[in-house]
């Protein structure tokens, strides 16, 4: 993930609230939900903010971000996660 304060004050993840063009509309038969299932699902990132809207611009970095989860699934009317 990136966190931008752009020179004008904006800040760039205000642009995801500005949404997408929808899609034209079709008819999907109703199906039920698939069932999910994961054993295992790990994940290392990043994180960084910059302000550009100060006279000396600001950069911080945060890493690394570690994220795991195990055992995941979703039966019929509830979630559970096991470890």
């Known amino acids: 993930m990136r966190a931008v ?3 004008d ?10 949404g997408f063009p929808s ?13 999910l299932f994961i ?4 994940d290392f990132g990043t994180a960084a903010f910059e302000d550009q809207d100060r006279t000396r611009p600001f950069h911080a970095e945060f890493k690394p971000i570690a994220f ?3 055992d995941f699934s979703t039966p019929p009317g509830r979630a559970t996660v096991t470890r």
């Open 5 to 7: 304060k752009r020179a």
């Open 9 to 18: 004050g904006a800040l760039n993840l205000a642009d995801l609230g500005k």
């Open 23 to 35: 899609a034209p509309a079709k008819a999907q038969p109703k199906s039920e939900p698939m069932r």
């Open 39 to 42: 054993r295992r699902c790990r």
């Open 68 to 70: 795991e989860l195990r």
